[in-house]
């Protein structure tokens, strides 16, 4: 078409494929280089150490396979509440008046705070001692439910899940709210006509309609939980006794705290299948329920 | 068109490239001898910027022809990126190390200009500048002495009539009458730095061999011997019968020098460096330091843990080595090093200093006294040593010792060689 007459508008790509080119896929084929050798990241020089890395990685790093559950379970909770709610909120702040532009703004809010900010603000609400959160139970004599909710290993993983969700709800929120905006009122109208109940309208109409922002909602949700190192690392740094490392601190341990650069790369490489593996797995599901174009 | 596109790309790609470079700017060629220009300092305590700042600018004034631009990095950061920072030699001419895992890095990386003939260590103690040294060469040079044990309030156990105890019973009495007296016996930052801290005090006289930790790597000893179990178990004793504050795990070190200050706690499982921080808040306390003696007063070889510290290096990627060197010996006078210390509440490694803050004199016997180097910074592996101190959080949070051992001896086994 007209690309084939004006050859110099692919010259406007340029810019962008040589960033992307530079940023993003020669530092990943540099880390796909790497996981094959035992570069502690500071030396010159670097031996070939072939799958030797991979095989570790996949049965004989405890702390891995540990980071690796710690993350599933992590990812989960954000998934299910964090969708949850923000598809809840969406529903309830769907018109446009003021109270509720007021109340997706007041949502939204948190997204905007730095993760670092987010995370001293949550790690004085649950301070054991004189945290906000055990001082409000003592006060409404809800004593028993008092935890140590960043120490107990038993929870903490669940206790930075909780502040993920409340991070990253508002976001979500309005990619639902798109999506509930953008399903024409016609097809409810003929819902009602037939008889359909609120259970119905939501199942048979609000969401296969929502369907493609649910896929975006969880898929970045799914990679953002994976990606939750700035929250986990300000909060507790994977402890305690590695209850809270995910696979991002993990890698992160591994490259900068014992130089295995190599070693690190192999774990990036494989945490970036697992990603890929899920979100492709959550498209085929979520593609599943949509309205068919 | 083409023309105007790929023009503005190439001005585009000039200005990224521009970008990438102009930060290593600001050298003067004609600086490579060495003696003169400007030289970075790099460091992680951010608390001694204000002295530094002071010790900076006497330097500046004494050396013209040298400015010292100093940046300082958080402590955590500073261990991931100071070894990439070094590397090109723009940055940290001057820099300082961590003994242990990141002396062992850095050391690997070759960038370590060696200070074996150097003038200005005549001026350290020999002993505790030893950290440094490796294969003959002095390396690094430690410039901060602090010792890794429990802080105490003397004016509590003079009131109770208590004194530091000589074996395990007797200390498990001493926090006994502690907590009978309604007090926290041991403030214990069990979320950060404590597990890192109180195990050296726990583990010195349950296995007194300073080379544990180069055996444990080797092979040659494990976790799951009765050094580490015992020692393992000695922490669970002190949670389960409430020696330290309730939550520990979830108790940061300044919440946990909060309840110190507070008279709350009569102990912190710390160390000597948390001293100027109480005494900031209570300047009316009087502190000490003691060591949990873990076995019988007959068998306890050490009386504590002593620590040296923030070691000064050269960097040997610098083309500005001679100014770098000046620096460096300008921090080992004995003035300037009295300045730190007292500025910073911290003892220092150079000798003849005089010391003028209360709580640096009331711990200068310690320097006398039998103290055996940080078993933890012996573990020169990270995953190693994350694992040792896991182990102690798995006791605390409800595991058996045996299973914490073991668990941690997995991990400890995925390193061995």
Redesign the interface.
Known sequence: MHFRK???LF??I??GL??YTLFFIVPTLNAVIYSFTDW????PDFTIVGFENYI?VLT????FQKAFFNNIKFMLFVLVFQTLFSLIFAMFLIKNTKTNIFLRALYFFPTILSSVSVAFIW?FI?????GVLNTVLDSLNLEFLRQ???????IAIYSIAVTQVWFHTGQMLIIFVAGLQAIPKHLYEVADIEGARKWDRFRFVTWPMIAPSATIVMAYTTIQSFKAFDLIFAM??G?????TEILATRI???A????EFGYASAQSVIFMFVIAVITVVQFRLLKASRVQE | ??KK??G??VL??GA?LAGCVGGTGGGNSSEDGGEEGTISFIHWRGEDKAVFDELISKFEDENPDISVEMTIYPS?QY???A??LL?DGSTGDVFTSFPG?QFD?IN????FEDLSDEGFLEKYNDELISVGQLDGQQLAVPLQLVFNQPVYNVGLFEELGLKPAANWEDFLSLCQDLQDAGYIPIAFP???IGPGQLMNSMVMNNAPNEDVFDQLMAGETSLTDDWWIDTLSQFQELDERGFL????????HS?AIS?MANEQAAMLGSGSFAMASIKEMNPDLELGLLAPITTTEEEAEWEGIHTTTFMLAVNANSTKKGAAKKFVEFLSDVENAGTYANETGQHVTVEGVEYDSEELKSTIDWTERNTRFQPRFLIT???VE??VL??I??V????SPEQ?AE?AQ??VD?HID
Do not use: C, H
């Not at chain 1, 649950?126 to 004189?130: A, K, T």
């Not at chain 2, 690997?108 to 960038?111: D, E, K, T, V, Y």
């Not at chain 2, 605390?396 to 595991?399: E, I, P, T």
């Open positions: 004006n050859k110099s010259l406007f340029v810019p040589i960033l502690d990241g500071l030396s570790n004989n790093d405890s702390i790690t649950y301070d054991p001692n004189m140590n909710w960043l120490g107990n290993q038993n507790t740094r402890g305690p006794n590695y209850s992160y341990s591994t900068f705290r014992s130089f | 068109m083409i596109v790929a503005i790309t585009a790609l990224l955590e261990q991931s990126t070894q990439t590397r895992s890095i690997r990386a070759g960038l069990g979320s950060d504050n309730q939550d520990s795990l979830g108790t940061n919440g309840l592996n990270a995953d994350k694992a896991a182990s959080q798995a605390l949070g409800g595991d914490a668990n997995q991990i995925q």
